[in-house]
């Protein structure tokens, strides 16, 4: 019963290939987004995304791109892989209005080589 | 624009308080969290505190903010070596998407 699942856990992956990371929620929270997180475990917002509005940190190249086919799924989609993409991706949710932060996923670790 | 600071790291032994801070930039934050990270596992949500509290207590977490300052502190009561991990302040603003925005991390050791 898991709350965000995250899928896969793990993604080694070579330069330039595309891949996805599957999110999926059962809290019926209204947003979703997308973090990454860097070797020296900074966290920066890539996405945030619900049924209204996308909003996208202007600093994400244009090969990352979200995805929903539903209120319950945010994917996240990486063309041309590069080196410097490797990190560790979290999914969260939140319901609209949060006060109480984020529910987090356990995160995808991705290694691009 | 939006900055979140804490110190890097700390040390203490079991039993001890530990005292972990974070300095924000954003005078019109409205709540500032604390999130835990285990290694290997993804964040979890510790506490929270409203922009017009000065202190919030929950057990052995006690929140202090200082918003003439922007300064949030995490004090954690009789640290034990399951407290050992990766303790983020974060801060949500008016912003749209109701995004947080997390400092760098602050890596607790508690040594038996």
């Known amino acids: 019963d898991t709350a965000v699942s995250q899928t896969p856990k793990y993604l080694v992956t070579q330069m330039g290939n595309d891949k996805s990371i599957k999110c999926e929620q059962n809290l019926g929270h209204d947003t979703m987004y997308w973090y990454k997180q860097d070797s020296k475990k900074f966290l920066k917002i890539m996405f945030s995304?619900?049924?209204?509005?996308?909003?996208i940190n202007e600093t994400v190249p244009n090969r990352f791109s979200p995805k929903s086919p539903d209120k319950a799924h945010l994917n996240l989609h990486i063309n041309s892989l590069e080196l410097g993409d490797s990190a560790v991706y979290f999914c969260?949710?939140?319901?609209?209005?949060?006060?109480?932060?984020?529910?987090f996923g356990s995160g995808t670790r991705l290694t691009v080589v | 624009g939006e900055d979140v600071e804490q110190s890097l790291f700390l040390s203490v032994r079991e039993g001890d308080s530990s005292v972990i801070n974070c300095t924000y930039t954003d005078s019109s934050s409205t709540y500032l969290y604390w999130y835990k990270q285990e290694p290997g596992a993804g964040l979890q949500l510790l506490t929270y505190i409203f922009s017009n509290m000065d202190m919030k207590q929950d057990q052995r977490l006690t929140v202090l903010l200082n918003k003439k300052d922007k300064h949030l502190s995490l004090r954690i009561a009789d640290t034990q070596t399951g407290d050992s991990a990766i303790y983020f302040c974060?801060?949500?603003?008016?912003?749209?998407?109701?995004?947080?925005?997390f400092g760098g991390g602050t890596r607790l050791m508690v040594k038996p």
């Open positions: 969260a949710s939140s319901r609209e209005g949060v006060v109480y932060g984020y529910t």
């Open positions: 995304y619900n049924n209204k509005e996308l909003i």
């Open positions: 974060a801060e949500r603003t008016g912003n749209a998407g109701n995004m947080l925005t």
